[in-house]
């Protein structure tokens, strides 16, 4: 193994163990430390290479993201994580340590802003899936982002509270419960609203929207979220675009409900504000044939 390479792979590996594997297989999602374009690019240079230390995780999470990926179109095999997957994932990485409690101090407050512009520059430099398959591949394996929450919990005892933000109480506080009249409270915190009072929340929203842009069936699956709302990407209107496209997307919007429908409605009628004629036509388009489709099959 080149030595010069093994601190990289060793990052490498740490994001696809801690960050990806919960994403496709479910349990504690635990964020590595905060990477950056530079190191981000580096450890995507290593992609055709890559093998997780886990052999059984890897293998686990390639089926994960097959059997999501066959919910849509009828595949046999998906190709691996390419170096704009790998980028993709390190920004969501960073994504969610900008809005670690622990990450700003007294004396580097603006470190949470700085990491928010690092992600940008990087998701700056992500191409957008260059075909279906490469659409679909990126969504099997980061469908599942919009479900990653915090559980806050608030412990009260009778002279005084504490706040713990995605971390357990200190068991000194929970000593004593009946005596001391302990109560907890647990609260699930979704992504969207992860970002805690005096945060750039709007800077927030927007990495998280152009990060969901680069994976458009992702972003369409997930457009009934109140934060950052849907809007039409150059991804999602190339997407639907053509004849498949838009048989793929209409799989990916087959459950999104009234709120999506309302969500898509209002995206489109942004573009004719603003007077964007022809991503308006491939919008209102796709918007025709889906209630027609959703009239014929009622």
């Not at 990289?8 to 349990?27: H, K, M, N, Q």
């Not at 191409?127 to 412990?155: C, I, N, S, Y």
Request: proline share 9%; charged share 20%; glycine share 4%.
């Amino acid at each position: 193994m080149n030595r010069e390479l093994t601190p990289l792979i060793l990052r490498g590996d740490e994001l696809y163990r801690r960050v990806l594997s919960p994403l496709l297989l479910g349990g504690s999602l635990r964020p590595v430390r905060p990477l950056g374009p530079t190191l981000a690019r580096r450890i995507a240079e290593l992609a055709d290479t890559f093998t997780c230390s886990d052999l059984d995780l890897q293998h686990r999470c390639d089926e994960a993201r097959l059997r999501h990926a066959r919910t849509l179109a009828p595949l046999d095999t998906l190709p691996p994580l390419s170096s704009a997957d790998w980028m993709l994932l390190a920004a969501f990485n960073d994504l969610l340590q900008s809005v670690n409690p622990r990450l700003p101090s007294v004396v580097a407050p603006s470190r949470p802003t700085r990491l928010l512009n690092a992600c940008s520059l990087l998701l700056a430099s992500i191409p957008p899936p260059h075909d279906l398959l490469a659409a679909l591949t990126r969504h099997a394996t980061f469908a599942r982002a919009l479900e990653v929450h915090r559980v806050d919990t608030q412990v009260r005892w009778w002279t005084g509270s504490a706040q713990f933000h995605g971390e357990p109480p200190s068991k000194r506080l929970l000593a004593m419960p009946n005596l001391r009249r302990v109560q907890i409270t647990e609260t699930w915190v979704e992504l969207e609203t992860l970002p805690l009072p005096g945060f750039p929340r709007e800077h927030y929203h927007e990495v998280l929207a152009a990060w969901l842009a680069l994976s458009p069936l992702t972003d369409l699956a997930t457009a009934a979220r109140i934060e950052p709302p849907f809007r039409w990407h150059a991804t999602s209107l190339g997407l639907i675009a053509t004849v498949p496209g838009r048989r793929l997307a209409r799989r990916v919007l087959g459950r999104i409900g009234a709120k999506g429908d309302v969500a898509l409605e209002h995206a489109t009628r942004e573009l004719e504000k603003q007077n964007l004629h022809i991503p308006f036509q491939i919008a209102a388009r796709f918007l025709d044939e889906r209630r027609a489709l959703a009239s014929m099959s009622s």
